[in-house]
């Protein structure tokens, strides 16, 4: 057996592997990018098959595509979905403009596997299905990879926002079990009136529900499709009904729930919705980054920090301090966000970028959000179940650091005035004695009044204290 056999393509001849079911043009690219050593995500992978399948079908129900052929591509395309082929989609994200390359690469791919299906072997010469007129039929690569990259989002939706909910419900579970824990509240990070610890994490699960939200909303524009603009979007080269019949055959083959598009000739010129769910995940992970490093501050120490939170020993934090223990989930959680949010510069750089009928940079747009979102699931489903269900409350040392704290004062507010208070804190920190005492010592309140107004638990529940409901 040869290593090599020979393809051929518009530029002419070219070895590719023996084995390999993709074929010249995605042999070139191979050579052309030898970049970056990564391949497509399987979203890339399985959202290009999706489209090379339900064309071949539509196609065929339209009379155009002969039914022996269609059949082969269509079995082909269903080998790919099933990942029984990824080892043969090899082109580098950094690769030609558009994304001709994985464009080719899929239609290569899907035609040699259709050819072995109807009795060809690779080489053979007089292999029926070629990947240009059949595969590819209808189609062009400006209007397959932004469909691809709509559909691969939508593809992964569900599971990002599942683990985005299994780490809010987490955190509330959290909320509920430490509710009656009284601790000092901090702005600027300096002492501030008390919160619960409870309110405190049920307000990081708040957050993450209320991302949630903004993810679906902006992955709502996704669901529209330009497949059927061909070229630059006037559909040259495609049946009338193909656009209409595509989505809905699309449609029927994901589960998704995918619109027309009412203008083909923008649905290829811009990234727009593209930018905006990155834009959405950008958000998600600023928010993530703070409050893993809140979970830093609180268990900080544990004998020189805050010390109000305990994480899970998952290992040794160093190689030379025998016994230290690390926020290591909170940390990886700030790496991985940091790296979305470069990710999602780089999409709205290259959103920007297009020309006139088609944006070039269409296959980094693609790579960074299947990343941001392959990032994100990993690195949320790692911090909910290897630090967040694990977390507990450091009662003692919540309310140790309460008991020190001048600013309790602020409820008195209402009843000796903020200038007053102001002296009661000051003297209560040069002096290093509780609120109360000096209040009571300097005449202001009687022991009895500052015992009640000074009930940390009810002042995280608002209202004036020392004022009855009924004032």
């Known amino acids: 057996m040869t290593e090599y056999r020979i393809e051929k393509d518009s530029l002419g001849e070219v070895k590719v592997p023996a084995g390999a079911y993709y074929g010249a043009q995605t042999q070139r690219a191979v050579e052309n990018f030898p970049i970056s050593g990564m391949r497509p995500y399987p979203a890339f992978i399985w959202s290009m098959a999706l489209i090379k399948r339900a064309a071949a079908e539509v196609h065929l129900d339209l009379g155009l595509l002969d039914e022996r052929i269609a059949r082969a591509i269509m079995q082909a ?18 690769q030609a403009g558009a994304g001709t390359s994985h464009n080719m690469n899929t239609n290569e791919v899907i035609a040699n596997r259709a050819n072995e299906i109807l009795g060809y072997k690779l080489d053979d010469p007089k292999k029926p299905v070629n990947p240009n007129d059949h595969v590819n039929m209808a189609q062009s690569t400006n209007d397959t990879i932004p469909t691809a990259i709509r559909l691969g989002v939508l593809w992964r939706l569900d599971e990002l926002c599942q683990s985005l909910q ?5 955190f509330n579970a959290k909320a509920a079990e430490w509710d009656g824990v009284v ?26 529900e209320r991302n949630i939200e903004k993810v679906r909303l902006a992955a709502d524009g996704l669901r529209r499709l330009g497949i059927g603009g061909t070229a630059v979007g006037s559909g040259l080269n495609a049946h009338p009904e193909y656009h209409s019949r595509m989505v809905k055959k699309l449609s029927e083959l994901s ?33 993530l980054g703070r409050i893993a490093n809140d979970i830093r501050l609180l268990s900080s120490g544990p004998t020189t920090g805050l010390d109000e939170i305990r ?21 990886m959680m700030n790496m991985a966000m940091f790296h979305v949010i470069g990710c999602d510069t780089t999409v709205l750089l290259a959103g920007q970028a297009g020309q006139l009928e088609l944006n070039v940079m269409m296959p980094i747009i693609a790579h960074n959000l299947f990343e941001m979102m392959h990032v994100m699931i990993g690195a949320v489903n790692a911090f909910t179940d290897r630090m967040v269900v694990g977390m507990t409350a450091n009662v003692e040392k919540a309310e140790a650091w309460l008991s020190k704290n001048p600013i309790l004062v602020t409820a008195l507010n209402p009843i000796i005035g903020y200038q007053r208070g102001a002296e009661v804190a000051k003297k209560s920190l040069a002096e290093n004695r509780s609120i109360r005492e000096i209040v009571v010592e300097l005449g202001y309140m009687t022991d009895e009044e500052a015992a009640r107004v000074l009930d940390a638990r009810r002042m995280t529940e608002g209202g004036i204290q020392g004022v009855s409901a009924g004032g």
């Open 77 to 94: 395309a269903d080998e790919v979905l099933d990942n029984k082929l990824t080892d043969h989609f090899v082109v580098d994200p950094f």
């Open 166 to 170: 299994r780490c809010a419900d987490a």
């Open 183 to 208: 601790k000092s509240g901090r702005t600027h990070l300096q002492d501030a009136v008390p919160v619960r610890l409870g309110q405190e994490v049920g307000a990081w699960a708040k957050a993450i």
């Open 255 to 287: 589960g998704l729930e995918l619109r027309e598009s009412d203008n083909l000739f923008e649905s290829m010129q811009s990234m727009q919705d593209a930018v905006f769910f990155s834009g959405a995940l950008r958000t998600v992970a600023q928010d």
């Open 311 to 331: 994480l899970p020993a998952v290992q040794p934090g160093s190689s030379i301090m025998p016994g230290k223990v690390n926020p290591v989930l909170a940390e």
